[in-house]
């Protein structure tokens, strides 16, 4: 993988004896920088991408960060690579007061061109570190789950996948998918199957809920529509009629997730 070299620093605090004046804008009590205070490089954030000047350049549109004296300037890219057909990038701004809390509350726009020696075409790029695709003349940012192109089918593990990341369960939870007819999903979950760690401590048990969740195909991806540990279709059908009795008629109560690490024998390590 590529390895960012984006540099944050820390300021430096404001020089003894130096009175800070609050910038206009700024949060009452707020310092602003003073004149001496260390300028350091930081990421800006990216705001959108458009195709040009020429074949060979894109325009990235910056939020910098504003409303104070030393916010930021100089907002430029750095650190270009292009590697496996992906541009990568670090767009960044440098400022004497991003550390200092309130002194740049406000943002404004900026724009930086980011060209390539040869035509950028349909080519992805990765800007501080989110991908960007064009699709159909305009660019737009992937989606961190999804990627650049979904698969159509909603069944697919890339859609079920990334409705599991969306519920509130450990990060390491996976779904079981029990149904699935494009419009509608039911799939079971464990509440946090790693509560004993990643690799499970020796002699540690793990007895976590199971919950299944139903969910509806909506345009943004799986929304839920109940979640529940009951078998049938009470709980789904009462929150949306109009779910099939053909996925939930014959679904069980959902049994807890329960494991056991083994303890190691006496006298290895970690027994």
């Known amino acids: 993988m590529r390895r960012l070299t984006t540099v944050l620093c820390l300021l430096t605090a404001v020089l003894p004896g130096v009175a800070a004046c609050a910038a206009p804008q700024t949060r009452p009590g707020a310092a602003a920088p003073s004149a001496s205070a260390a300028w350091s490089t930081y990421q800006a954030e990216v705001s959108g991408v458009t195709p040009g000047p020429g074949a060979r350049a894109v325009t990235v549109q910056v939020e910098a960060l504003a409303g104070g004296d030393g916010c930021s300037r100089n ?37 930086v061109t980011l060209t390539s020696e ?35 089918d909603r069944c697919d593990p890339t859609w079920t996948r990334a409705a599991v990341r969306g519920m509130d369960v450990s990060r390491h939870s996976q779904g079981h998918v029990e149904a699935c007819d494009g419009n509608w999903l039911v799939m079971t979950v464990p509440d946090d199957p790693t ?3 990643v690799e ?22 799986w929304s839920i529509v109940a979640r529940t540990t009951s078998g049938g279709c009470d709980a789904v059908r009462k929150a949306a009629i109009t779910f099939p009795r053909a996925l939930c008629a014959n679904l069980k109560p959902t049994a807890r997730l329960v494991t056991v690490a083994p303890t190691p024998p006496s006298g290895r390590p970690g027994g």
């Open 195 to 197: 509560s004993c760690g």
């Open 75 to 111: 907002v430029r890219v750095d650190n270009q690579t292009e590697e496996n057909g992906v541009i990568f990038a670090d767009i960044v701004q440098d400022s004497a007061g991003s550390a200092i809390v309130g002194a740049c509350p406000t943002f404004e726009p900026a724009e």
């Open 118 to 152: 040869e035509p950028i075409g349909d080519r992805p790029l990765s800007l501080n570190q989110k991908t960007w695709a064009l699709k159909n003349g305009a660019y737009n940012r992937c989606d961190e789950n999804l990627g650049c192109n979904p698969p159509k």
């Open 200 to 221: 499970p401590r020796p002699g540690c048990e793990v007895n976590t809920a199971v919950r299944r969740y139903f969910l509806r195909n909506e345009p943004a991806g």
